[in-house]
């Protein structure tokens, strides 16, 4: 997750001046620090947040982010990011109303990974369960069809991301 950080002065006074700071595992007090450092040539910066990166919209706004995206990076694998909004979205879940301890353990639990396709994700599963105990004789009968659409309707899909649906 990243942020660009300007301020209203320097925004009033024709320049974007600022600087994109990453605050994966960031807390919110480091994150206002790193802001005044960067800005430490005001007196009393107004932060402008000019833009940003892997942060749902309705986290952060022009002059505000969210207490929960600093739960959410301290909390989240910085790899597992971009899956776990995919999950508030897809199931959802408003996370400023839920406990982000709860929010990570139900997403941990759910998550299946990356892959091209529901289709794809379930081959590769029912391969790695079943195909040892199949004789390779057997093996040609197999409908990977009839496999993907007795269990697709366990998942969802979405953007490359696979969750178990509960």
């Known amino acids: 997750m990243r942020i660009y950080v300007g301020t209203y002065e320097k925004y009033n006074s024709g320049s974007i001046a600022g600087k994109w700071l990453d605050i994966d ?19 009393d910066p107004e932060f402008m947040f000019q833009d940003f990166e892997n942060i ?3 986290m952060i706004g022009e002059s505000w982010v969210s ?9 989240v694998e910085e790899g597992d990011l971009e899956a776990f909004f995919e999950f508030l979205n897809a199931f959802g879940i408003d996370a400023e ?3 982000i301890n ?4 139900e997403f941990t639990d759910c998550y299946r990974g990356e892959h091209d396709t ?8 029912f391969d790695e369960c079943y195909m040892p105990e199949v004789p390779e004789s057997m093996r040609f009968y ?4 009839l496999v993907y659409r007795e269990h697709a309707h366990n998942y969802y899909f979405c953007n490359g991301h696979v969750f178990e649906q509960h």
């Open 25 to 43: 595992a960031m807390s919110k007090s480091e994150f206002y620090t790193k802001c005044e450092e960067l800005h430490k040539d005001e007196k």
């Open 56 to 58: 749902p919209k309705n």
């Open 67 to 75: 207490d929960l995206v600093f739960e959410i990076a301290e909390n």
């Open 97 to 99: 109303n839920n406990d």
């Open 102 to 105: 709860e929010l990570v353990d």
């Open 118 to 125: 529901l289709k794809d994700y379930i081959e590769e599963m």
């Open 142 to 145: 197999i409908s990977y069809d």
